[in-house]
């Protein structure tokens, strides 16, 4: 059974930062992507970045230069360190893997951590 753990969400004011985990359980292999979406009251579900089994990145216009995203990919666990965080980034904020097997796609992902930025 494979289970994401998030932690690190919170509450903090404009300008300051946190650090997002995920710990993913129950998939041994480390060809997986992996990733960050948030999900805002009244929004879709948006990437926020995403970093591939190679260690590529790719980062939502609105974070870019703010963000940062990290893997170990041994132990197939993601790190998202936000800096200069802004009110508009309060979301609950999503890890994601997404897993190649047998030809077919499989995409998991965890309950989510609320982030909070205040003005």
């Known amino acids: 059974q494979v289970q994401l753990v998030e932690s690190g969400g919170g509450m903090v004011p404009a300008g300051g930062s946190l650090r997002l985990s995920c710990v993913v359980s129950?998939?041994?292999?480390?060809?997986?992507?992996m990733g960050w979406y948030r999900q805002a009251p009244g929004r879709h579900r948006e990437l926020v970045a995403s970093?591939?089994?190679?260690?590529?990145?790719d980062f939502a216009d609105f974070v870019r230069g703010r963000f940062t995203i990290s893997r170990e990919s041994a132990k197939n666990t993601v790190w998202l360190q936000m800096n200069s965080l802004e009110p508009e980034d309060t979301a609950v904020y999503y890890c994601m893997i997404r897993q190649i097997r047998y030809g077919k796609e499989f995409v998991y992902w965890g309950q989510g951590t609320q982030v909070t930025v205040s003005s």
């Open positions: 970093i591939a089994s190679g260690g590529s990145t």
């Open positions: 129950g998939i041994t292999s480390s060809r997986t992507d």
